[in-house]
């Protein structure tokens, strides 16, 4: 797979003693599909570990899904995606360009692909109160209609992402829909945190056909959503 989808996030203002270390220069894009090279610094965060890699093409910061990597080691990260002006906020560091992908090798490693919901059994959640209430499947049914509308959903959450695009991606079940017909899941973008197995409720406004390229694409999500916690 070619480099991957560009996400809008903030540009690193590093200082002149950190120029070169976080903001090393564009980040190589693989033709293959597949960038290794070896690691000169590591960094872990809450969900992620990010690491300052030395390529064939140049110096370029790279992130995955948090795991035990060693300063020195060669490593490759399939599915390389290029962000620009990604800011993380658990480093308080903002990279000019950076590299998300998932490390060859590495059980369970995380990268930036529609996230898959985890089994967490069966999931019943009472649908939302107020008249711009509505169930995950009616909000995927009524996609069109409620086009750049506000709505309001409860259910539980089933994956949470963070630090994506500057904010929290969250993916909410409330038993509506199956999955058979796609309609049980829906992606909601936040700036509130939360945790998998949490039931809450958010309001925030849909949006459809959002196409981040690459594949990666939502036919329908609820965006700058504000979250209640029952």
């Known amino acids: 797979m070619t480099p991957l989808k560009t ?48 390529t064939k093409d140049g110096e370029t910061w790279a992130a995955v899904g948090k795991t035990a990597v060693k300063k020195g080691t060669q490593v490759s990260i399939e599915n390389p995606m290029v962000m620009d002006n990604f800011e993380s906020k658990s480093l308080k560091k903002t990279f000019k360009t950076i590299v998300f992908g998932s490390l060859a090798g590495a059980p369970g490693a995380m990268h930036m692909a529609a996230p898959k919901p985890v089994d ?15 169930t995950v499947a009616e909000v995927v049914a009524q996609a069109k209609t409620l086009k750049d509308k506000p709505v309001t959903i409860s259910g539980k959450v089933v994956k949470f992402n963070p630090e994506i695009m500057g904010k929290n991606w969250i993916h909410l079940q409330d038993g509506s829909g199956s999955a058979a017909t796609q309609n049980n899941d829906i992606l909601v973008t936040s700036s509130a945190t939360t945790k998998v197995g949490d039931v809450i409720t958010v309001t925030g406004v849909v949006r459809t056909d959002k196409d981040f390229t690459a594949g990666y694409s939502y036919k329908v999500m609820v965006e700058d959503a504000t979250l209640v916690k029952p």
């Open 7 to 54: 996400l809008a996030l903030t540009v690193l203002l590093a200082t002149t003693s950190l120029t070169s270390a976080w903001a090393a220069g564009p980040s190589p894009a693989p033709a293959s599909g597949v960038l290794s090279g070896e690691v000169l610094e590591v960094k872990d965060v809450e969900a992620y570990t990010y690491l300052r890699l030395k």
């Open 120 to 134: 967490l059994g069966p999931i019943k959640v009472a649908k939302a109160s107020g008249a711009n209430a509505r």
